[in-house]
């Protein structure tokens, strides 16, 4: 019986999204953004030459379709992406309502959002009277701090001392539907900030709010603030069963690794493995190794789009394309002749565009495994039907 791996490369979007001017960033619409081949051109341009050098070189992606599937999905020709594929290969594009994670992510696992997320207004203050009170009654505070579209290493750097003298919590959002809480690990408390985050995502949800996102930090204001790897996000459940439902309701065994627990609330889900991106990789080998026959391991590597997407860091963003390449090939070698290793991504985050919102963009679809040939363009529910299929989980009607 085969295996699929289901691989989220976050926010690597490859531009050509036919409803992209209805979606904005600092005002501008969307129209022509392009992650990948944006960023092929500066690094062909020599404007990525921080920790890297010279063309953007991704061999064993572009050899699956990479540089063919953006063509495919916008028409754009990236700077040394050019080899004639040689797995199955497609690109494909988002129905839903949405360009942040859950709405790519649970459509990527066959249910696309019914719904429109709420999203706070860019103002301050940005959060109703009502969600103040609440957060204030849960963290046992007489106010908050933030209250505003923030980024979230700046305003801890803000905030931070005001937190630790107050210890008010810091509330900002972005413009995803987010709710997001920073405080401090030591004078607030780890499990304090997971306990308002989880009490208060009720709430939140029921608001259609995507996620409430506990933020701890430590540091003091003489040395600075620094985000630790405690994150956790509290996520509104997908509205139906999804891929990894269908693949435990054939008894298969399903393995989050990365963010995935989180954004499907561990729902259809059997074990998570979390850690950095080099960590997540290593989780990936040793699955490629153990894993069941039958088995599902959905995983996000979320780097590209924390670290250098949002921060508009166009040679970050280069090198961890790069790195992720390299890798492949040791991932390769472990699969069994009947693996299905797809990967995607749910949206854009194009590090050259204005401001620091994902970008709506189509995601290119490749797969390394049995099979070879162009899908075409496809909805981003499709990438679904095709693992399921590869398992052999029959039809799910959409």
């Given at each position: 019986m085969p295996r699929a791996f289901l691989v989220v490369m976050d926010s690597v979007g490859c531009g050509g999204a036919p409803d992209a001017g209805a979606f904005d960033n600092a005002g501008i619409p969307d129209s022509g953004a392009n992650t990948l081949a944006h960023i092929a051109q500066a690094c062909a341009d020599g404007r990525a030459e921080d920790g890297r050098s010279g063309p953007l070189s991704l061999p064993n992606l572009d050899r699956l379709g990479l540089g063919a599937a953006i063509t495919l999905a916008s028409g754009a020709v990236a700077p040394g992406l050019w080899t004639i594929p040689r797995g199955l290969w497609g690109a494909a594009t988002e129905v839903s309502a949405g360009k942040d994670t859950p709405s790519g992510h649970w459509e990527l696992a066959g249910v696309p959002v019914p719904w429109k997320w709420?999203?706070?207004?860019?103002?301050?203050?940005?959060?109703?009277?009502?969600?103040?009170?609440?957060?204030?009654?849960l963290a046992g505070s007489d106010g908050i701090l933030g209250n505003c579209h923030a980024s979230g290493t700046a305003i801890v750097q803000e905030l931070g001392a005001e937190h630790m003298r107050s210890g008010k919590p810091i509330c900002y959002t972005s413009a995803d539907s987010v709710f997001q809480i920073a405080a401090h690990e030591r004078t607030f408390g780890l499990q304090r900030l997971l306990d308002l985050c989880a009490?208060?995502?009720?709430m939140l949800h029921a608001m259609k709010v995507g996620r409430v996102i506990a933020r701890p930090f430590t540091g003091d204001p003489d040395r600075g603030f620094v985000r630790t790897a405690n994150r956790r996000d509290f996520a509104i459940a997908p509205p139906g069963p999804t891929l990894c439902d269908w693949a435990r309701a054939a008894g298969r065994r399903v393995h989050a690794v990365g963010k995935i627990g989180d954004i499907f609330s561990m729902q259809g889900i059997d074990d998570l493995?979390?850690?950095?991106?080099?960590r997540l990789m290593q989780h990936m080998a040793d699955l490629l190794d153990d894993a069941e026959t039958g088995s599902l391991t959905f995983a996000n590597f979320v780097e590209f789009d924390s670290?250098?997407?949002h921060r508009r860091d166009v040679a970050g963003y280069a090198r961890a394309l790069e790195w992720f390449d390299a890798q492949l090939p040791a991932l390769f070698d472990r699969a069994r002749k009947d693996d299905l290793i797809l990967f995607t991504a749910d949206h854009g985050n194009d590090p050259t565009w204005p401001g620091t919102d994902h970008t709506r963009e189509r995601v290119p679809v490749l797969a390394h495994?049995?099979?070879?040939g162009g899908l075409g363009l496809i909805d981003l529910a499709g990438v679904a039907d095709i693992v399921a299929a590869h398992l052999d989980l029959g039809r799910h009607a959409r």
């Amino acid at each position: 019986m085969p295996r699929a791996f289901l691989v989220v490369m976050d926010s690597v979007g490859c531009g050509g999204a036919p409803d992209a001017g209805a979606f904005d960033n600092a005002g501008i619409p969307d129209s022509g953004a392009n992650t990948l081949a944006h960023i092929a051109q500066a690094c062909a341009d020599g404007r990525a030459e921080d920790g890297r050098s010279g063309p953007l070189s991704l061999p064993n992606l572009d050899r699956l379709g990479l540089g063919a599937a953006i063509t495919l999905a916008s028409g754009a020709v990236a700077p040394g992406l050019w080899t004639i594929p040689r797995g199955l290969w497609g690109a494909a594009t988002e129905v839903s309502a949405g360009k942040d994670t859950p709405s790519g992510h649970w459509e990527l696992a066959g249910v696309p959002v019914p719904w429109k997320w709420h999203y706070f207004p860019r103002r301050i203050p940005a959060f109703p009277d009502d969600v103040v009170a609440a957060v204030c009654r849960l963290a046992g505070s007489d106010g908050i701090l933030g209250n505003c579209h923030a980024s979230g290493t700046a305003i801890v750097q803000e905030l931070g001392a005001e937190h630790m003298r107050s210890g008010k919590p810091i509330c900002y959002t972005s413009a995803d539907s987010v709710f997001q809480i920073a405080a401090h690990e030591r004078t607030f408390g780890l499990q304090r900030l997971l306990d308002l985050c989880a009490a208060l995502a009720p709430m939140l949800h029921a608001m259609k709010v995507g996620r409430v996102i506990a933020r701890p930090f430590t540091g003091d204001p003489d040395r600075g603030f620094v985000r630790t790897a405690n994150r956790r996000d509290f996520a509104i459940a997908p509205p139906g069963p999804t891929l990894c439902d269908w693949a435990r309701a054939a008894g298969r065994r399903v393995h989050a690794v990365g963010k995935i627990g989180d954004i499907f609330s561990m729902q259809g889900i059997d074990d998570l493995r979390k850690g950095p991106d080099a960590r997540l990789m290593q989780h990936m080998a040793d699955l490629l190794d153990d894993a069941e026959t039958g088995s599902l391991t959905f995983a996000n590597f979320v780097e590209f789009d924390s670290l250098y997407g949002h921060r508009r860091d166009v040679a970050g963003y280069a090198r961890a394309l790069e790195w992720f390449d390299a890798q492949l090939p040791a991932l390769f070698d472990r699969a069994r002749k009947d693996d299905l290793i797809l990967f995607t991504a749910d949206h854009g985050n194009d590090p050259t565009w204005p401001g620091t919102d994902h970008t709506r963009e189509r995601v290119p679809v490749l797969a390394h495994g049995p099979g070879a040939g162009g899908l075409g363009l496809i909805d981003l529910a499709g990438v679904a039907d095709i693992v399921a299929a590869h398992l052999d989980l029959g039809r799910h009607a959409r």
